[in-house]
């Protein structure tokens, strides 16, 4: 906020506008512009005020405003002319050739999240499942379920042509947890939880229905006032915070971010299980109110996965 100064110097009488700038803790730089000897009038004021906020700029006492919340102009140029280059590469692709490029991202993406959660299964045999429906000697009934439970969520989410709403998030996890370990499926949890290994405190049962009603809201109120990384990264953090379900939160959370991205035209990403530990710890930061490393990580993992396609 810019202020009005007035100083006296010789018995006479002079106008400054002026605005502090923080540098430290305890440090601040102040800017001044000479308004003259008249006290300043309002469009006096503001032009002033614009000149310091680009002096400002030029010093480096503040960020020039970017368009996005998270993200940097430039990261969002980059997103952008990846997006482009792929869609533009891909859409020269033989039928076959595309599909062999998802049916390698479906491999992948299953591997990763369902490895990020414990299942034991390597790369070679998840991709074995998915597309030969060989059964490795070592694989659970559990496991195995889990692998085609993804292709079969992944295909229905391809599929959906509408928006993320409750009955679309019930009906992923009840695919996704479908005979498996998790005991209560496509329903919201009736009992208390806790996150192993975290500091975040889940919210009480009974306070899940109406936090979620506020989730929906909030994605239908902001689902275009941010760049799609952003709202594809931040309905992960919310959605994970409620932890709304007993058990799948997570395997849930990487589809639905790969559900809005797929619906703004993006390529789908997964979160590789050797950056299991690096996702936990921005997740935590997200908890903690500071959203920018985990947008950073989405990011991150998308151009990296663009780029080598």
């Not at 614009?50 to 002096?55: D, H, M, T």
């Not at 049916?103 to 499942?129: P, Q, S």
């Not at 019930?170 to 695919?175: A, E, G, Q, T, W």
């Amino acid at each position: 906020m810019v202020i009005i100064e007035k100083i006296k110097r010789n018995e006479k009488e002079y106008y400054y506008i002026s605005k502090n700038f923080r540098i430290s803790k305890n440090k601040w730089k102040k800017i001044r512009k000479y308004a003259g000897k008249e006290k300043p009038g309002k469009t006096e004021i503001k032009e002033m005020a614009c000149q310091i906020e680009k002096e400002a700029e030029k010093l480096g006492l503040i960020k020039k405003t970017g368009r996005f919340r998270y993200l940097e102009d430039n990261e969002a140029e980059v997103l952008e002319d990846l997006k482009e280059s792929y869609k533009k590469w891909f859409g020269k692709l033989p039928i076959e050739i595309k599909e062999k490029y998802y049916d390698d991202f479906l491999a992948r993406f299953t591997y990763n999240t369902n490895a990020i959660e414990g299942n034991t299964l390597g790369l070679r045999d998840t991709n074995l499942i998915l597309q030969d429906n060989i059964i490795p000697a070592d694989a659970t009934t559990y496991e195995y379920n889990e692998v085609i439970n993804s292709r079969e969520c992944m295909t229905f989410i391809k599929s959906h042509e509408g928006e993320l709403n409750n009955s679309f998030l019930l009906k992923i996890h009840s695919i996704l947890t479908k005979n498996t370990k998790v005991k209560i499926i496509g329903k919201y949890r009736t009992h208390e939880v806790i996150i192993t290994g975290s500091e975040h405190i889940t919210p009480p049962f009974k306070e899940i229905d109406r936090l979620m009603k506020q989730f929906f809201v909030w994605y239908i109120n902001n689902k275009n006032n941010f760049h799609p990384v952003e709202i594809a990264s931040l309905i992960h953090t919310k959605f994970t915070r409620i932890h709304p379900f007993g058990d799948g939160n997570g395997r849930t959370a990487r589809v639905i971010s790969n559900f809005i991205l797929l619906k703004k035209g993006y390529p789908m990403f997964f979160i590789e299980n050797k950056d299991r530990r690096e996702y936990y710890k921005v997740l935590e930061l997200s908890d903690k109110g500071d959203e920018r490393p985990f947008i950073k990580f989405v990011f991150d993992m998308i151009v990296s996965q663009i780029k080598i396609r």
